[in-house]
């Protein structure tokens, strides 16, 4: 992802699934998990980040390793940086 020129196996896949998880949570929001303003890339970063520090949910489905990756960092409540 960070060097265009080098083509990340499933590289489409991942791109399309993150973009279909924030169209998702547009149309109907998520009850916690607020991803509007942000980019696609910057959530593969956290998804990554997340599943880095907790290899024990890299078997969940993917929809459950997405949102628990997301749960803090873009909680509704949280605050937006100014």
Request: hydrophobic fraction near 35%; glycine fraction near 8%.
């Amino acid at each position: 992802m960070d060097n265009p020129q080098s083509p990340v196996e499933g590289g489409e896949y991942c791109l399309g699934y993150f973009s279909g998880f924030t169209d998702m949570l547009t149309m109907s929001p998520s009850p916690g998990i607020c991803v509007a303003d942000a980019r696609i890339g910057t959530l593969i970063r956290v998804y990554v980040a997340y599943m880095e520090k907790n290899p024990q949910h890299l078997d969940d489905h993917e929809i459950l390793g997405v949102a628990l990756a997301m749960k803090e960092p873009y909680s509704c409540t949280a605050r937006k940086p100014d």
